[in-house]
């Protein structure tokens, strides 16, 4: 990455990236091979751009790693997505560890058997020693995230507004996405980030999500420093 975008990360004009990370069928399907190697792929391909997100100074990763939605999908392929992320459990600490990341799940837990629950839990506490963030949304929905705040704020004897709602948020220690890529050339959220998408600026590529490397980062980061971003003010206020 060039010199100066770096400095413009470094100055925290880009903190948080979020990744649609889509394709992986696609790619498998190119391939001859089943989906699930599709996502094993893709699965190796999100900690690499998690690290390379790390090493340029992005101090907030999101990545789409299992909607709500996704439970229509074969057994045979939830199956497979569920054994990667058993899998990430009980091996990531080392990595998380080696490139300072903290882990954090995003998502409605309760649907997890309590093993599952609590390698999740011991993943996110071991790795609480960093302040790099990396969510990962499993079993995330926008609008269940949005209910769930909103229960929370209310259990919590809270009146709702946009702080109260925004404190109970699965992304509650992440400021708001700066930037959302989207891959495999679809230019939907798909129940992603709802609220917190609210003035994040979208990317689509045409790459598909295993095939994401680090120039396709670049290229997402130089699209939106080209951007100007007013928030709703006029440019200049
Ligand atoms: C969408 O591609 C991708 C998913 C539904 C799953 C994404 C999951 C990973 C990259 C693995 C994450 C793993 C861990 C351990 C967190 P698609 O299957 O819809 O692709 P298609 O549109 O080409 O069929």
Redesign the pocket.
């Known amino acids: 990455m060039e010199e100066k975008m770096l400095a413009r990360i470094a100055a925290g004009e880009l903190r948080h990236i979020a990744f649609?990370?889509?394709?992986?069928?696609?790619?498998?399907?190119a391939r001859g091979l089943s989906?699930g190697e599709?996502?094993?792929?893709?699965?190796q391909?999100?900690?690499d751009i998690a690290e390379y997100c790390g090493n340029i100074g992005i101090r907030h990763v999101t990545?789409?790693?299992?909607?709500t939605e996704?439970w229509k999908?074969p057994p045979a392929?939830i199956k497979a997505?569920m054994r990667?992320?058993s899998?990430?459990?009980d091996t990531?600490a080392q990595r998380l560890a080696e490139k300072k990341l903290r882990v954090i799940f995003l998502g409605d837990r309760g649907v997890f058997s309590k093993s599952v629950r609590k390698r999740m839990e011991a993943l996110e506490e071991k790795s609480a020693v960093y302040d790099r963030i990396l969510n990962?949304a499993?079993n995330y929905g926008g609008r269940a995230e949005i209910v769930h705040a909103c229960q929370a704020a209310l259990a919590a004897g809270e009146e709702i507004s946009e702080a109260t709602l925004g404190a109970h948020l699965y992304t509650r220690l992440s400021p708001d996405p700066d930037l959302i890529v989207r891959t495999?050339g679809?230019m939907r959220l798909s129940n992603f980030l709802l609220w917190q998408a609210a003035y994040a600026e979208f990317y689509a590529t045409d790459t598909?999500?295993?095939d994401m490397t680090p120039a396709d980062v670049d290229k997402a980061c130089a699209a939106y420093f080209s951007r100007k971003r007013n928030f709703g003010a006029l440019p200049g206020e």
């Open positions: 649609i990370m889509d394709g992986n069928g696609r790619w498998a399907k989906r599709g996502h094993r792929k893709g699965a391909v999100f900690e990545v789409y790693a299992f909607s996704n999908r392929e997505l990667l992320f899998h990430y459990l990531a990962i499993f495999a679809e598909l999500w295993p």
